[in-house]
Nanobody
Framework: QVQLVESGGGLVQAGGSLRLSCAAS????????MGWFRQAPGMEREFVAA????????YYADSVKGRFTISRDNAKNTVYLIMNSLKLEDTAVYYC?????????????????WGQGTQVTVSS
């Protein structure tokens, strides 16, 4: 069984930065792509960023491109999301997820393990 535990969320002013971390259990972390999604109240869960298993390719939603950076440390079974220039509309619960694939995966349906989520609130 795979467990994913996010940390690093919180309250930040617009224009500020946060770093989210997601620690994964299990021995197969490096076999799979990892992703970050977010869900605002009353909205569908949406893709934010993904990184393939060895980390050489990364994918971003247009809304975060140039501001967010995804990375992974396979030796530590951890994936990160650095969020800069945060905007009010970035407020959401952020979820870490493990894909069913090793390569590109940008839809909710391509992920089968999810963390419990961490709240990110951006204030004006």
């Amino acid at each position: 069984q795979v467990q994913l535990v996010e940390s690093g969320g919180g309250l930040v002013q617009a224009g500020g930065s946060l770093r989210l971390s997601c620690a994964a259990s299990g021995r197969t972390f490096s076999d799979y792509a990892m992703g970050w999604f977010r869900q605002a109240p009353g909205m569908e869960r949406e893709f934010v960023a993904a990184i393939i298993r060895k980390g050489e390719y990364k994918y971003y939603a247009d809304s975060v491109k140039g501001r967010f950076t995804i990375s992974r440390d396979n030796a530590k079974n951890t994936v990160y999301l650095i969020m800069n220039s945060l905007k009010l509309e970035d407020t959401a619960v952020y979820y870490c997820a493990r894909s069913i694939r090793s390569g590109q995966a940008m839809s909710v349906e391509e992920y089968n393990y999810w963390g419990q989520g961490t709240q990110v609130t951006v204030s004006s």
